[in-house]
């Protein structure tokens, strides 16, 4: 998987962020909100993502929309990503979009080197996730969560409960004295991502300590 490095290639807070083509033709923006939001120096790390809906997804599902179904690479993934979260001296932090939101959340049930999660309109729809956060421990201190007050509003029935299922995150998370926030933010979930995103970073980052 490639990887592109921004920010301050010394610093000793690291940002994983998996992503697209579109992502990485925003991120310098992204990473500019996030300095205007926070003064913590960091350096992210963006993960190219090649098959979306194969590498960012834990266990395999039907496909939703389009024609092209879900796969179980997360853990490969999650491998690759762990390779280079491997220096005690830094404080680790993940962080996406849509599926590579949801991928952030479930990767911080399955390890505890991420110290924050930040969730921007991640695909909690996904199949099966509802009930997974429901019998697993998250490992992360800090969980940001946010979606458009939109993006419910769909035919899809599978895709229509992620607002049921962010709420119930939500309120599982806080009910086990994990510092959760939850943002809602104007639009569908074609928004603003780039700015979604950036919120998310900089709010765990402004909050590591809570």
């Known amino acids: ?27 310098e923006e992204e990473i500019k909100i996030i300095k205007e939001l926070t003064c913590k120096d960091f350096k992210l790390i963006a993960f190219k993502v090649s098959d979306w809906n194969r ?61 924050g999660v930040g969730a921007a309109s991640p695909s909690v729809w996904y199949p099966g996730f509802d009930k997974y956060f429901l019998s697993h421990d998250i490992k992360a201190d800090t969980v940001y969560l946010s979606l458009g007050d939109k993006e419910a509003r769909t035919k899809n029935q599978v895709m229509a409960r992620v607002e049921e299922n962010i709420k119930h995150l939500n309120d599982n998370l806080m009910n086990n004295n994990i510092h959760c ?10 928004k603003d991502s780039e700015i979604r995103t950036a919120k998310a970073f900089a709010y765990i980052l402004n909050h590591q300590n809570k």
């Open 1 to 27: 998987m490639d990887t592109v490095i921004f920010g301050n290639p010394e610093a000793d807070i690291v940002l994983i962020q998996p992503v697209d083509q579109s992502d990485l033709e925003m991120i």
């Open 55 to 115: 590498e960012l997804t834990p266990w395999s599902a039907p496909a939703v929309f389009g024609k092209t179904d879900f796969g179980d690479g997360a853990g490969d993934t999650l491998k690759e990503i762990l390779d280079v979260c491997t220096d005690g001296r830094k404080t680790y932090y993940i962080g996406g979009y849509s599926l590579a939101g949801l991928f952030s959340l479930w990767a911080a049930y399955q390890t505890d080197i991420f110290k």
């Open 181 to 190: 926030h939850f943002e809602s933010n104007l639009g569908n979930h074609f």
